[in-house]
């Protein structure tokens, strides 16, 4: 029972942050939408991921080494900022074009990767993320915590992100939505690629 209070918390907190808009939501809809629900249930697996290398690395501290060494945190965050304005940019230029065809070969050449390294990119563009899962296991978890109960909680947090995220690419492939976001296409990217580009100068303004 002991252990079952530190999970909790953190599945709480996970829930609260990963419910919360924010780049993996924009571009899961983005592949979702623009490709198929295939492609956009291979981006979540990507985010998957990357929820597991930074709760992995919250967990086993890299809180302190961004502490010791913080010109490796404005490094990062920096490549991360410069990503997602990057992802923004492009999405500007795509919905000025707007020349249609397939969409998924459009997709592919926006981004140059993958559904699943787009999602494992975009996941891992944002060294906050270390940060906050650090704080969520140091508010939750006991002093010197067991690697097990770590690897516990970690694996709640990628099942959540997975299941939500799958949700919302399943969701928004449904026909009505699909047929919606083909009538407003143009208008939507240019909303997802502001939004991208204010994620990622927030990130790089940041203390």
């Known amino acids: ?10 599945a709480a907190l996970w829930t609260l942050a990963v419910a919360t808009p924010g780049p993996n939501f924009l571009m899961i809809l983005r592949v979702a939408i623009g490709q198929s629900r295939a492609a956009g249930l291979r981006a979540v697996a990507g985010v998957g991921l990357g929820t597991m290398i930074w709760g992995a690395a919250g967990f086993f501290g890299v809180h302190a080494l961004f502490a010791a060494a913080p010109w490796l945190y404005a490094g990062l965050k920096l490549f991360g900022g410069a990503y997602l304005i990057f992802l923004g940019l492009r999405l500007l230029a795509q919905s000025a074009r707007n020349t249609g065809g397939n969409a998924e070969q459009a997709e592919r050449l926006r981004s140059g990767l993958s559904a699943f390294q787009l999602g494992l990119v975009t996941s891992l563009a944002n060294p906050k993320s270390a940060v906050f899962v650090a704080s969520i296991f140091a ?3 006991p002093d010197e915590p067991p690697v097990m109960l770590g690897m516990a909680a970690i694996a709640i947090m990628v099942a959540l992100s997975v299941s939500w995220y799958a949700l919302v690419a399943c969701l928004f492939t449904m026909r009505r939505i699909s047929a919606a976001y083909a009538r407003g296409r143009r208008w939507i ?3 997802a690629g502001a939004i991208f580009i204010l994620f990622g100068a927030r990130l790089i303004a940041s203390r």
């Open 189 to 191: 990217d240019r909303i």
């Open 1 to 10: 029972m002991s252990n079952a209070i530190p999970l909790l918390t953190v």
């Open 139 to 141: 508010a939750a978890m």
